[in-house]
């Protein structure tokens, strides 16, 4: 009980700011990034008292495991978003209207994705090409706070067993971690934007990227740490025959030996993005 009067008591506290901050700036719409975080769902609250329009931009993996898209009953929109902005008509499967209506929601692509595809980082591709002659596949490993230590410990059993394929790992917080196999590298020079365009497999757990890295060619290996990939990606690994949830390292090699194949999977990300928001905000004006 002591917990949720901390929340609501801050909650409230937010509102007030905010309700002071939106009369001085007095604008038509609000955009938020997470809709259900308790900071941004007291803007939203103040904003929709005040009849101001409010939009959250998708900002990460939308799927049935995400239940505050889709909420069981319906407990009123006091704090919800008028509209909700995705990646793609895919990801509005996963919505309800108890949090929004249909109607309200307007796949827009990704911005930042998109402009990495259109302009891919040369010296990177270098990197990956002068690898390639050295070792049979490229796998990009998106790593997780939650689940570092154990992703760590799998990419250490894979990478020992496999020494013909190359490992490049990336971390969230940027921490130090050291690998003692010669074909793991923990890369901070490059963006995982700017690797995925040239990589054979995203070995991961729940990761967005994961969507952004499949294509005809490339394959995602989900370590299912906590039952965590499960949860977040059945559903859609039903709709791709490139997304593989495994429960240990030999499951994961198995998956990883396996031949290339042209692989097929639905749209997670509309083009033209600029477009798209432009007439989003023609449409809402």
């Known amino acids: 009980r002591e917990l949720y009067a ?137 790593s997780q706070n939650i689940i570092e230590k154990e992703l760590i410990n799998t990419v250490n059993k894979i990478a020992k067993k496999r020494p013909e394929h190359f490992f490049i790992f990336k971390s969230r917080n940027g921490s130090d971690i050291n690998f003692n196999s010669a074909n793991i590298v923990v890369n901070h020079q490059y963006t995982i934007y700017d690797i995925m365009p040239f990589i054979d497999v995203n070995l991961s757990c729940f990761s967005t990227n994961i969507l952004e890295t499949l294509s005809s060619q490339t394959i995602a290996i989900l370590m299912d740490f906590n039952n965590l990939a499960s949860v977040y990606f059945n559903t859609i690994k039903k709709d791709c025959n490139n997304i593989f949830i495994v429960q240990n390292s030999t499951e994961a090699i198995t998956i990883l030996d396996r031949p290339l194949e042209n692989y097929k999977n639905p749209v997670f990300y509309k083009d033209n993005n600029k477009k798209n928001v432009k007439d989003f905000l023609k449409q809402i004006s």
């Open 6 to 142: 901390n929340e609501i008591q801050w909650f409230f506290i937010y509102h007030t700011i905010f309700d002071q901050w939106l009369e001085k700036i007095n604008p038509k719409v609000v955009f938020v990034n997470c809709g259900y975080s308790l900071f941004h769902q007291s803007l939203i609250y103040t904003c929709n008292i005040k009849n101001i329009k409010t939009v959250e931009l998708q900002h990460g993996l939308i799927s049935d495991g995400h239940i505050q898209y889709s909420p069981s009953e319906n407990i009123g929109k006091e704090t919800f978003p008028q509209y909700l902005l995705t990646f793609s008509e895919y990801h509005s499967r996963f919505v309800n209207s108890n949090f929004i209506d249909s109607s309200n929601i307007y796949p827009i692509g990704h911005y930042y994705r998109e402009q990495k595809i259109k302009r891919k980082n040369l010296a990177c591709e270098k990197m990956v090409l002068d690898l390639r002659k050295k070792y049979k596949k490229i796998v990009l490993v998106s």
